[in-house]
């Protein structure tokens, strides 16, 4: 889920605690160009306060003047539908792209111990399908798989919570603590192995989990599948190859390592005399990230998630594609 909209669920649950009265809007359609996918969240409170998004902006602003010109009453049903678009004249009125229509729901939470539930889930790294009854109001939780999608009959709201992506760094130094930051913030479940306990020390509290062990044992237990991106980011050849050796054999979705075009290139000769496959070899990222003149570590985490994220929302990236050349003049 949206980091944005784990924010917007603190807050109901906030709210709900002190007393206030809160609506949740949920995107549950989308037709023509949307500003925000199904599943985006916005809550409102009572005295007009909102945080989270369904739209560029005009969307919330008609939201919060239903609440106080009398259009919305305190004593409606406990979900309804509400559409916008639906015409070319409502899209330009509420800012959407040409033709673009959208529908939430609008959900009054009661009893927020569901939210407190789903919020303890999800800081357990568990996945979780929220499914909302239309006509009853009831939330029943339950186990989700990593590739479940939000889904609306008409009736049932079926959202989906929780870290569907995941991302290993092999390595707890300087640059991965950038990596993990904005990682997070982009929705990946972040995991840290490195078993040199120097590099352990002020990882407390910080955007990620330890999986204990050497690297290559650490591939092997966190199962990478096809929403599994590993990074080797120690510059130890004795620790990021033994990674590697694993991860080009699993199913990750991204697999990089760390390096100049020549490291790299001795890596992949590395990689070669211990057994690894040619068409295995192939599939490792090195140099990684794209090409945007990065020099400190927050500049090379960004080039190399701008990378992983591409590929992960299936885009492959154009500066990778270039000729060095005309890549400078791209920067």
Not at 50 to 63: A, F, H, P, R, T
Not at 139 to 163: C, H, Q, S
Not at 209 to 228: K, N, Y
Not at 270 to 294: C, D, K, M, W
């Amino acid at each position: 889920m949206d980091s944005v909209d784990l924010n917007v669920l603190r807050s109901v649950l906030e709210w709900r605690r002190a007393g206030r009265g809160v609506l949740l809007y949920s995107v549950v359609q989308t037709w023509g160009s949307a500003p925000r996918p199904p599943g985006a969240m916005l809550a409102l409170r009572d005295d007009g306060v909102v945080i989270g998004s369904v739209s560029g902006g005009c969307i919330e602003d008609d939201l919060i003047s239903r609440q106080g010109d009398g259009r919305l009453s305190r004593h409606g049903p406990p979900v309804q539908l509400v559409t916008y678009g639906v015409t070319l004249e409502e899209a330009a009125r509420f800012g959407l792209p040409c033709g673009g229509t959208l529908r939430l729901t609008e959900e009054r939470v009661g009893d927020p111990a569901w939210v407190a539930e789903l919020l303890q889930r999800c800081e357990a790294h568990q996945i979780v399908a929220r499914e909302l009854n239309l006509g009853t109001g009831q939330v029943l939780l339950k186990a989700a798989n990593r590739g479940d999608e939000l889904a609306f009959d008409g009736v049932t709201l079926r959202a989906i919570y929780g870290p569907r992506w995941r991302l290993l760094l092999i390595g707890a130094g300087q640059l991965s603590r950038y990596v993990a930051q904005m990682a997070r913030l982009l929705d990946f479940e972040v995991l840290i192995c490195d078993p040199r306990q120097e590099f352990v020390h002020g990882w407390e509290g910080q955007d990620g989990r330890f999986v204990a062990g050497m690297p290559d044992d650490a591939v092997l237990s966190i199962e990478p599948d096809e929403r599994t991106a590993v990074v080797a980011l120690t510059h130890d050849p004795r620790l990021d190859d033994m990674a590697l050796l694993t991860a080009l054999d699993s199913r990750a979705f991204y697999v990089g390592a760390l390096g100049s075009r020549a490291n790299s290139q001795k890596r992949r000769d590395n990689l070669a005399l211990l057994g690894l496959s040619a068409q295995a070899i192939e599939r490792l990222h090195g140099p990684v990230g794209l090409p945007i003149g990065s020099h400190t570590p927050a500049e090379i985490a960004l080039s190399l998630l701008a990378e992983i994220v591409a590929l992960k929302n299936g885009v492959e990236p154009l500066q990778k594609k270039l000729p060095v050349r005309v890549a400078e003049m791209v920067r």
